[in-house]
């Protein structure tokens, strides 16, 4: 079975910028969520996508959006990057039904100059 | 006061040992509690999930949660080089309004043969 794929790997833009990272889930799940791990900050939850509806967001300004589409694939966008940005985000999925937990795929590292 | 308290080491054990990796909480709706293995430069990788008190045991690694003490903990018995990586503890509430995990901040863990 293949893994929760997240493309690009790695990413540079400039500060002011926008950055657009996906994610494709583990085939049959249905909820993908994004995760921030910035150097000691800490994994920190962003986003979470259900079947195409935003239900959760984490404590980030409205600059920090994405979007699920009909096959399950998600896309976090950054808009107008400032430094404290660049850290390696995290999408995973989980399948639907109780006691689940969330898979994770390798990340996109974003870099801000 | 953070949510999750977790040491971050770093953890330096000789080949063979017995590691006790732990975390503490403050939010008593967690009810659902992860351990995961994140290697450098990866996504994090679940090893062990539950959703009670006591132990459950899975190969070398066994998960322990007291929720009385707000208390988990993971032991790796009969270490490896190989299980050089930083653990992370996560933790979520019950249901599916909120299905974000919440971190500790990870320890490194360095096994040396």
Redesign the interface.
Known sequence: EAGVTQSPTHLIKTRGQQATLRCSPISGHTSVYWYQQALGLGLQFLLWYDEGEERNRGNFPPRFSGRQFPNYSSELNVNALELEDSALYLCASRPNGPFRSQYFGPGTRLLVL | QKEVEQDPGPLSVPEGAIVSLNCTYSNSAFQ?F?W?RQYS??????LM?T?SSGNKEDGRFTAQVDKSSKYISLFIRDSQPSDSATY?C?MKTGG???????????TILTVHP
Request: without cysteine; aromatic residues 24%.
């Open positions: 659902y992860m995961y430069r990866k996504g994090p990788e679940l999930y959703y992370l996560a599916t309004s909120y299905g974000k995990l919440t971190f500790g901040q990870g």
